[in-house]
């Protein structure tokens, strides 16, 4: 009897803006079998955000007990507030044979890397730099200090592509969407 094959780990990554979360939702409508991992964080929840669905919301102390117990695959900060991702969830759901998705940021995805080097790491690019400034100042939920945070470190997370095993470029939500899941589903 030959063992028994799991799902690889896909990481989705690219800069700020570039709309991770916007594929990531849509492809969870129309395929909810793909198990999105849930990551923690110190920042506050934007509108219409909940607890335990975008996000765990947590405190710095938390925060830190889950980094001090290894609780934690990755984390990283970014625009200061700092995000990790529960390490037992996901390697449950992969021992399930659950396809699993994480949706992090570059530093993340580095380590990911590291501690999960068989993991399928895919970059989300943007179709043009003016395209990911438009849609990072549209969205009007930051102030232009943390805009122009997020741009200069657009400007490094799009020089790190060529880090990723698969890059896809995101012009239409659909067609990306549906270029992930094939990707999720080969071996």
Same mark, same amino acid.
């Given at each position: 009897?030959?063992?028994? #094959?799991? %799902?690889?780990?896909?990481?989705?990554?690219? %800069?700020?803006?570039?709309?991770?979360?916007? !594929?990531?939702?849509?492809?969870?409508?129309?395929?909810?079998? @793909? *198990?999105?991992?849930?990551?923690? /964080?110190?920042?506050? %929840?934007?509108?219409?955000?909940?607890?335990? !669905?975008?996000?765990?919301?947590? $405190? $710095? $102390?938390?925060?830190?007990?889950?980094?001090?117990?290894?609780?934690?695959?990755?984390?990283?900060?970014?625009?200061?507030?700092?995000?990790?991702?529960?390490?037992?969830?996901?390697?449950?759901?992969? =021992?399930?044979?659950?396809? #699993?998705?994480?949706? @992090?940021?570059?530093?993340?995805?580095?380590? #990911?890397?590291?501690?999960? %080097?068989?993991?399928? &790491?895919?970059? +989300?690019?943007?179709?043009? *730099? $003016?395209? &990911? !400034?438009?849609?990072? /100042?549209?969205?009007?939920?930051?102030?232009?200090?943390? @805009?122009?945070?997020?741009?200069? =470190? =657009?400007?490094?997370? &799009? =020089?790190?592509?060529?880090?990723?095993?698969?890059? +896809?470029?995101?012009?239409? #939500?659909?067609?990306?969407?549906?270029? +992930?899941?094939? &990707?999720?589903?080969?071996?």
């Amino acid at each position: 009897m030959s063992p028994a #094959v799991h %799902p690889r780990l896909t990481v989705l990554s690219g %800069p700020s803006g570039v709309g991770k979360s916007t !594929v990531v939702a849509h492809m969870r409508t129309e395929h909810p079998e @793909i *198990w999105l991992s849930v990551s923690a /964080t110190t920042r506050r %929840p934007r509108p219409g955000e909940q607890h335990g !669905v975008q996000y765990y919301f947590v $405190d $710095d $102390d938390e925060f830190d007990k889950l980094v001090a117990n290894g609780e934690l695959l990755e984390w990283a900060e970014f625009a200061g507030h700092r995000y990790g991702t529960p390490r037992k969830a996901v390697l449950d759901r992969l =021992a399930a044979g659950e396809p #699993v998705l994480l949706e @992090i940021d570059l530093q993340g995805a580095r380590l #990911v890397r590291e501690s999960m %080097p068989e993991a399928r &790491l895919v970059f +989300l690019a943007p179709p043009s *730099w $003016d395209e &990911l !400034v438009r849609r990072l /100042t549209g969205r009007g939920t930051e102030s232009p200090e943390v @805009i122009e945070r997020r741009l200069v =470190a =657009a400007r490094v997370e &799009l =020089a790190a592509e060529s880090e990723f095993d698969e890059t +896809l470029v995101n012009t239409s #939500v659909e067609a990306v969407a549906r270029e +992930l899941l094939a &990707l999720m589903r080969t071996a």
